[in-house]
């Protein structure tokens, strides 16, 4: 009942605009969970012009302007996951209908899911590959072959100055292994290395955690394990994810979803949450301010 009132709402609330974006969503519920189903992708087409000045890159998006894009046109789609601090899209690229080209604007970050291209970084043209990712890209995102990337604009991060446009290669993030279970006397037991985890019971809640770490903010990519349920915790920053594999249901304050993948979850700072893996799954994650500070002294799990 839950996921189909998500469906509807998100059906009714994301209205297409002149950036080709939707609106934000107002239902609480659509503040916290969007289904992959329930967001119509929207056909775009982009493709380069020549002037006396120079080339530029023409866009167009929506069903009838694609159609009448010239035929060396690069056709793809974009669905959109919008919420109340920041919002996730997600490109799907294929060799047979152009390629890639997307022109970049107010995304803070990109993540090659899947395929290779290139985009501007700090000025300079640089390639990218599966498993990289890159903080403030600008430019034009531009590939042959097929391609899925998906991409993050949030309302703020941690910066006090001007954000520094960075790539992240998948051979230099760091990797974690967590795993925590309660001990005899209640207190949680938890262990950070592969060789504790060998010991660890069948019930121990188990993560493997890629970190990309910018100058102002991180993205993150989550291997989680079969288990549940995990403690309820909260932070005191959203934080954006997109389900990539696996079947998980999720929890915060009354609010209770099965998400899977191709879904969008908005952990709200300040609201409790928790998790219960119902299949080995994955997500990427980033964070962003909330809409309000939190108390500092307000405790984060428990």
């Not at 993050?152 to 925590?180: I, N």
Request: aromatic fraction near 8%; include cysteine; charged fraction near 20%.
């Amino acid at each position: 009942m839950i996921r189909q009132a998500a469906y509807l709402s998100a059906a009714l609330t994301l209205a297409a605009c002149d950036s080709g974006q939707p609106t934000a969503p107002s239902n609480p519920l659509a503040e916290t969970f969007l289904s992959g189903d329930s967001i119509e992708p929207t056909p775009r087409a982009a493709w380069d012009v020549i002037t006396d000045t120079g080339s530029r890159t023409q866009r167009a998006w929506g069903q009838a302007a694609v159609d009448q894009a010239p035929a060396n046109a690069a056709r793809y789609t974009q669905k959109s996951f919008v919420f109340p601090t920041g919002s996730i899209r997600v490109l799907e690229f294929n060799k047979a209908n152009g390629g890639m080209i997307h022109v970049l604007t107010d995304e803070t970050t990109l993540y090659m899911m899947k395929g290779a291209g290139s985009v501007e970084v700090a000025g300079e043209t640089v390639s990218i590959h599966k498993g990289d990712a890159v903080s403030y890209p600008s430019g034009t995102l531009r590939g042959g072959d097929d391609a899925t990337v998906v991409l993050w604009t949030v309302t703020g991060t941690d910066s006090e100055g001007e954000p520094m446009p960075k790539v992240v290669r998948s051979a230099d993030t760091t990797f974690s292994q967590f795993g925590y279970w309660p001990g005899p006397d209640g207190d949680r037991i938890l262990v950070t290395t592969a060789e504790e985890l060998k010991d660890a019971p069948a019930n121990a809640i188990r993560l493997d955690m890629t970190n990309y770490t910018f100058d102002d903010n991180g993205l993150v990519v989550t291997e989680n394990y079969k288990s549940g349920p995990t403690n309820k915790t909260r932070g005191d920053r959203d934080a954006l994810l997109y389900i990539t594999s696996g079947k998980m249901r999720f929890f915060q304050d009354d609010i209770d979803v099965i998400a899977g993948p191709g879904d969008a979850i908005r952990e709200t700072a300040g609201r409790y949450h928790n998790w219960i893996r119902m299949e080995d799954s994955s997500f990427l994650g980033i964070g962003t301010k909330p809409l309000a500070p939190l108390a500092a002294d307000a405790p984060s799990d428990y």
